[in-house]
């Protein structure tokens, strides 16, 4: 991870709000979960969590499920290989089907959402007398994929459609699952499924893509060490199934949360009826955590002073980076003054009332409030607030266009220390404008 002293550096340098995506970081977790997994089972990143990563994942995983035009168009122009491609999506509009057919050449593998969808592609593959791989999406109960006997009426009519390969079956019922029993339960009924679909129908299963939907922590202290526990217990059940299929785990928050960094500064102070508010240049467009409830919960962060201060750290090395900072500021005094010093100093200026703040954004609403009551002492403006585990969503899924405000400038970093610019600022109110209608 990122030092805060280097994303200090990094803020000052390009500016705030800021998002910066560490590669080292994204790499290493990529080769832990790897590792853990064996290299049989094959990583299909799930692009909407963070398309600007595409790139930077076309080494580290083997897949990508793209699920509209959109992020099918980024795939090209990142140049991902078409045959890495697993196109989904609970709506697939027939001209876009036909444009990967005649223009690309087409994808490795299509998923089967519904009836329509299979006669649709049935029809496009029989016209161009091309094969295709497919694989059956099996709901879990809500309004994706298909349900068992839908699949079964396939299966058992498949020698009517040379033109498709059914490969296997793809599954996923939701994120932020927070016991690995889910999992496990899960993926003993797929295979169930499997063997019913083998024993009625003589249909042999050779793929199966489950989405885990494995918890990232975003909260308290289990915020600061995202582990792979759920992962290694999941894991005994996963070494039973693969003896008889091929699986694929398609993941997006779980691979990428943890590499995100963004990084904001306050610009404004206030009190209102003792209620003590920080105004920062981002806001709650910026940041989307799953899970957050009317800004009560911490996420991890870190606070930095604007004199180089850092209030708070992140993970396990705060005191100790703290005391550094008291060290270069009483060069006279003794380690256990300093020591002292740093206690008294936490003790007053962080687990008071006074010192806790409510972090607030630039947008005109009552609810853009990011944290309320955040520990942080006596703050100033030009101080710089870090918020971690912004890899998954946050980028996408903040509510950007609101008061057409400017986007956030977003760069990479690697462990060379390059620095990639991989969108600069950009002003909203050109896609929120009429003039951008009408001079298209």
């Known amino acids: ?26 790499c290493k977790r990529i080769g832990d979960i790897q590792k853990i997994l064996g290299e049989d089972i094959t990583l299909c990143y799930a692009m909407k969590a963070n398309p600007f990563l595409v790139d930077a994942l076309k080494s ?9 035009p959109g992020e099918f168009a980024i795939c090209r122009r990142e140049n991902v290989d078409m045959s890495s491609i697993v196109l989904s999506g609970v709506y697939k ?23 329509e969808q299979w006669n649709m592609l049935c029809s496009c593959v029989q016209i161009r007398n091309i094969k295709i791989s497919v694989l059956l999406r099996l709901t879990s109960k809500n309004q994706f994929g298909l349900d068992s006997v839908e699949i079964e009426k396939i299966i058992e009519n498949r020698a009517d459609y040379p033109y498709i390969d059914i490969i296997g079956i793809q599954y996923y019922s939701g994120t932020q699952k927070k016991k690995a029993e889910i999992n496990i339960k899960e993926l003993q009924e797929l295979e169930a499924f499997c063997e019913q679909l083998k024993s009625m129908y003589d249909f042999t299963v050779k793929e199966l893509e489950y989405g885990p939907g494995f ?24 070494e039973k199934v693969k003896k008889n299929y091929h699986i694929t785990l398609e993941m997006g928050r779980y691979l990428v949360a943890t590499c995100g960094i963004y990084v904001s500064k306050v610009v404004d102070i206030k009190v209102h009826s003792e209620q003590q508010y920080c105004i920062i240049d981002g806001g709650i467009n910026h940041i989307n955590y799953y899970g957050q409830t009317m800004a009560m919960k911490i996420p991890a962060y870190a606070y930095l002073k604007k004199d180089g201060t850092i209030v708070k750290a992140y993970g396990l090395l705060e005191k100790l980076r703290d005391n550094t900072k008291k060290l270069n500021r009483n060069d006279n005094k003794s380690s256990a003054d300093i020591e002292k010093v740093n206690t008294d100093d936490r003790n007053s200026s962080i687990d008071n009332e006074k010192s806790k ?18 520990p942080i002492g006596q703050p100033n403006k030009g101080d710089m607030l870090i918020f971690y585990n912004i890899g998954a969503y946050s980028v996408t899924e903040g509510i950007y266009l609101f008061l057409s405000r400017t986007l956030p400038k977003i760069i990479t970093y690697d462990t060379n220390g390059v620095v990639e610019v991989v969108r600069d600022f950009y002003d909203s109110d050109i896609i929120n404008s009429r003039n951008f209608v009408l001079n298209k």
């Open 215 to 238: 918890m990232v922590s975003y909260f308290g202290e289990d915020a600061y060490n995202n582990n792979y526990e759920r992962l290694q217990e999941f894991l005994t059940e996963l």
């Open 60 to 68: 580290l995983v083997s897949k990508f499920e793209v699920c509209s």
């Open 1 to 26: 991870m990122i030092r805060e002293e280097k994303i200090e550096e990094l803020a000052k340098l390009h500016g705030t709000p800021l998002y910066i995506f560490d590669k080292e970081e994204l």
């Open 357 to 374: 703040w409510t972090i607030c954004g630039s947008l005109c609403t009552v609810a853009d409030v990011l944290v309320k009551n955040l």
């Open 93 to 115: 509009k027939q001209s876009d089907m036909e444009y990967v057919m005649d223009e690309c050449g087409g994808v490795g593998v299509y998923t089967i959402e519904s009836m």
